[in-house]
């Protein structure tokens, strides 16, 4: 049942919360929750289907603010609605430290934020994995699953790159439970519109197969209509809706200033009087209050009908469903991968490293049905898809992601889907390529997502494609990331272990790195995983340790070949497999002391050197890149940059010669 309250009155109550806020801690960005204000009111008064009273619930509709610094307009919302979590005490800490009022909304569900957002476009593409995400789950959990995901988007949302690759997907994909409301202001931080853009955005979107809708977002009943379209359409739909940037604001209205201007008492006095709002700062009349409340509770019967579904579900459903939304995975599900281990160490199993990674992504999906993966145009030349089917327009029940060339929209939405839950992602492309995801790295590494991101062909070990195709510097850049754990895995034994830590490890996303050549069998046992600790000594010396070789990759067999070459002069030394120096650093001091060993060290890696000195000590020697790459035939390129078992053994010599 609808309130009686006018909605204009009730979006001026998020206006005013905004504005208190801003004005109390002196800084904030008012523009966006006054412009936007009246379209989030229709949304969540008429729309939306949540229970503030239980955030999580699994099926309720996913609303991901993409303009980020418009935060007190989430913040307003979630407080009037009656989330728990946003009492007007957080609103009046808005920014300071500890407060759940953050500058950007930082991820926090049983708040009622449902990602973090901040960098620009990065919202609004988890909002479409959310939308994959349900649509995949209602496939499995028909009558369970059917929820939409709305995202509030800007301008500079919308202009960034990966909005673009997005907008694309999700036309071609039909996600049509899938909505944009596009806060049509005309106005961005450095002034209107039309000094940098010019082009038709309704245009573009309807030529990316969405229903576009326009609309004056200040009108109730006008949104009111257009939300109720969105919901009868079959393909996504963008909502165009044409507001004042800082609506309510005399003389600040409809300027760049309103966007982060400061706002002063005397500004807040003035919109008061503007808008007929005699009420001191916070404080919001009981009938407008009330008017928020019930709108909170306005799915209270849905959320009934939805738990009564549940209860009324088979065994075997009810019991997915709680393990999916609890994000537990199946019972059993590393037994595969222990088994790939095994047979991989008894055949001394040596192929190229993509493959390697191909076949364990099968092995995984069977093991854990609700895997989704997915390439950017590569599943040829990653062969990543294998027998898995198509996630698609027609077949929602697919699961392998067809994302195009769109590296960008595939790490974001991945993103999106692990936020939604009841997902496991994971991505594959070129390790040379990452970078396009590297917004999306640190999203996951802050909100602690269990996302899955793989590549391959790691080093110049790519050979003639050359040095753009060649990513020396690009592991050191990963491993700068706190919260992201990378693994390079020497042979087909280090690469089921790794898998098995990654999917095994909830609380962040990983990072696993394979090369495009073949990796030599270096692990001729398999059975507790050995990669768990990060770096393991593979081979000890044959007495005490002249010297101690640490490798990752394909040149840990390198390592290994180096150490034969000295034994046989006498010389003897251990062999470090280093797959992640993240739990390597979570080890005990003793620990790494141990396996690192008191002797010289040489570090092996076909990369660029950038933190191997931790481990190499200052005396260390490194074998590795100092520049860019080249083009050439493989064997010939790594000669040329003096990576080979010679070069080990000489770096050796020279240490022990000093």
Known sequence: MRHTIDPRRMAHAVRFLAMDACERVGEGHPGTPLGAADICTALFTRHLTFNPAD?????????????????????????????????????????????????????????????????????????????????????????????????????????????????????????????????????????????????????RFRAAQWQVLEVDGHDPEALDAALTLAKRDPRPSFIACRTIIGRGLPGVEGTRAAHSGKLTRAITDAARAALDWPHPAFVVPPDIAE???????????????????????????????????????????????????????????????????????????????????????????????????????????????????????????????????????????????????????????????????????????????????????????????????????????????????????????????FARQPQESVRRQAGPNRSAAGAYVLAEADGPRAATLLATGTEVALAMRARAMLAVEGIQVAVVSMPCWSLFEEQPRAERERILGGAPRVGVEAAVRLGWDRWIGPEGVFIGMNGFGASGAEDDLWRHFGITAEAVAAAVRSLLAA
């Open 291 to 513: 008017a928020w409340r019930m709108a909170g509770r306005r799915s209270a019967g849905a959320y009934q009908a939805w738990q009564g579904r549940v209860a009324a579900l088979p065994p075997e459903q009810r019991r997915l469903l709680d393990r999916l939304r609890e994000g537990r995975l199946p019972e059993g599900w590393q037994d595969a991968l222990r088994a790939y281990a095994h047979k991989a160490a008894e055949q001394g199993l040596t192929q190229h490293g993509w493959k390697t990674c191909g076949e364990i992504v099968e092995i995984a999906s069977v093991a854990i049905p609700e895997m989704l993966a997915g390439a950017p145009d590569l599943e040829a030349a990653t062969q990543h898809k294998r027998k898995l089917s198509a996630f698609t327009s027609e077949d929602r029940a697919g699961r392998y992601v067809h994302y195009g060339v769109r590296e960008h929209a595939m790490g974001s939405m991945m993103n999106g889907m692990a936020a939604h839950g009841g997902v496991v992602p994971s991505g594959v492309t070129y390790l040379v390529f990452s970078d396009y995801e590297r917004p999306a790295f640190r999203m996951a590494a802050m909100m602690g997502l269990p996302v899955l991101y793989a590549f391959t062909h790691d080093s110049i070990g790519i050979g003639r494609n050359g040095p753009t195709h060649q990513p020396v510097e690009y592991l050191a850049a990963l491993r700068a990331i706190p919260n992201l754990h990378v693994f390079r895995p020497a042979d087909a034994v280090e690469a089921a272990e790794c898998w098995e830590l990654a999917i095994g490890h909830r609380s962040g996303p990983s990072a696993l790195i």
């Open 55 to 203: 955030p999580l619930w699994f099926d309720r509709d996913r609303f991901v603010l993409s303009a980020g610094h418009g935060s007190m307009l989430l913040y307003a919302l979630l407080h009037l609605t009656g989330y728990a979590g946003m009492p007007i005490e957080a609103l009046q800490s808005f920014r300071e430290l500890g407060s759940p009022c953050e500058g950007h909304p930082e991820y926090c569900p049983a708040h009622g934020v449902e990602v973090t957002t901040g960098p620009l476009g990065q919202g609004i593409a988890n909002a479409a994995g959310m939308a994959v995400a349900e649509a995949f789950l209602a496939a499995q959990l028909p009558g369970v699953v059917d929820h939409r995901s709305y995202a509030l988007v800007g301008d500079g949302c919308l202009q960034e790159g990966v909005a673009h690759e997005v907008a694309s997907l999700a036309g071609h994909l039909r996600l049509g439970k899938l909505t944009w409301l596009w806060d049509d202001n005309r106005m961005t931080d450095d002034g209107p519109i039309g000094i940098a853009q010019s082009e038709d955005l309704p245009a």
